[in-house]
């Protein structure tokens, strides 16, 4: 079925917990627009002035988003899922340096961005951690809907690049893997998690955006396994595993 929206990932995301909607941040005007799934009915829900990006908490009664605010406030932004009751929850003085990459945890407690690189923002304390490496171009973090693990690349996006994966004891690199079938010839980058901890991984020798080649890799055996040649796309869809709700109020806005 069309999504009913021209641009794709990662401007485009599923509504949780059940992907009855879309959202998208239309590129030339910077609204968010809700699309049904099911039929042609579009709404504005924009609580920013500019919004960058977009993503919905795993209950669905939320939405977070990267933008700014009628006053020029840069920042990652909280607010209903019809875009009311708006909040800043992390201010960046800087818009210059943007913060991108906005996604979940499994249980909805931990949100993961990138800010020059990765960092994660507990919910429900405001706390922001540093999980990442300054320099290192961090980005398409993905993360699991049902257990507590996700990945990101490292590096540029061609053959120099990698696949990180935590938390899962030593920080994985699934291109230095010794069993790894990946070489120096293929653009690698995580697509989603079924369960049991299988990353689905693309493999293209056209760059990011070409054909790929598609395998899983399974967190607790190591094991990878190719699963389709050539697949111009490819996308993960499974049922969300439990998560929490946010707490009906949250005091104020994490130092950032």
């Not at 993503?55 to 932004?77: C, L, R, S």
């Not at 899922?81 to 800087?94: A, F, K, V, W």
Request: hydrophobic share 40%; aromatic share 8%.
């Amino acid at each position: 079925r069309p999504s009913g929206f021209a641009t794709g990932r990662p401007l485009v995301s599923w509504s949780q917990p059940t992907g009855k909607a879309l959202i998208e941040v239309d590129p030339a005007t910077h609204r968010l627009i809700w699309h049904s799934a099911t039929s042609g009915q579009t709404e504005d829900i924009s609580f920013l002035d500019r919004t960058d990006l977009a993503v919905y908490h795993p209950a669905g009664k939320a939405i977070v988003a990267v933008g700014v605010d009628e006053n020029g406030q840069y920042g990652i932004w909280l607010a209903s899922n019809r875009g009311e009751n708006r909040m800043l929850i992390t201010s960046i003085d800087d818009p210059s340096t943007p913060a991108t990459d906005l996604s979940f945890s499994a249980d909805g407690s931990s949100l993961y961005f990138v800010h020059g690189f990765l960092h994660q923002l507990g919910l429900f304390d405001l706390k922001l951690y540093e999980i990442g490496v300054a320099d290192r171009s961090e980005a398409a973090i993905t993360a699991s809907t049902v257990e507590s693990v996700f990945a990101i690349t490292t590096g540029p996006c061609d053959t120099t690049g990698s696949i990180l994966v935590y938390p899962l004891g030593p920080t994985r690199d699934l291109r230095t893997d010794p069993v790894s079938p990946f070489d120096d010839t293929q653009t690698i980058r995580p697509v989603g998690w079924l369960a049991g901890g299988r990353l689905v991984i693309s493999a293209s020798h056209d760059g990011c955006d070409g054909a790929a080649d598609v395998w899983t890799w399974t967190a607790d055996t190591g094991v990878f396994q190719q699963i389709g040649s050539g697949w111009d796309a490819v996308s993960v869809r499974i049922a969300r595993g439990p998560f929490v709700d946010l707490p009906d109020k949250i005091e104020q806005a994490a130092p950032g």
